[in-house]
Nanobody, 113 residues
Framework: QVQLVESGGGLVQPGGSLRLSCAAS????????MYWYRQAPGKERELVAL????????NYADSVKGRFTVSRDNRRNTVYLQMNSLQPEDTGVYYC??????WGQGTQVTVSS
């Protein structure tokens, strides 16, 4: 069955960095656009970044442009989110999504001093 497993979250100080990973299985990863979302406490889930199947298209939310980078390794069936210059407002649960239907369980990112 389809599985998406996020990892790499944690507690980091403002200005720090984290790299999230999402390991995928159970579908043809190399043919599917992948997405990163986040949900802060009390807020709706929002799209952070997306990357097309061959990495030709990458889009970012305005709030993370220039700080976050999405990438993927189709040999390893994994998508990444490199997050630099993290700020408290980046705190939330980060989810990866495959195509239109599949979601991971999320990984917590907390930015706090």
């Amino acid at each position: 069955q389809v599985q998406l497993v996020e990892s790499g979250g944690g507690l980091v100080q403002p200005g720090g960095s984290l790299r999230l990973s999402c390991a995928a299985s159970g579908f043809s990863f190399s043919t599917v656009t992948m997405y990163w979302y986040r949900q802060a406490p009390g807020k709706e889930r929002e799209l952070v970044a997306l990357i097309s199947s061959a990495s030709l298209l990458r889009n970012y939310a305005d709030s993370v442009k220039g700080r976050f980078t999405v990438s993927r390794d189709n040999r390893r069936n994994t998508v990444y989110l490199q997050m630099n210059s993290l700020q408290p407002e980046d705190t939330g649960v980060y989810y990866c999504r495959a195509g239109t239907a599949w979601w991971g369980q999320g990984t917590q990112v907390t930015v706090s001093s």
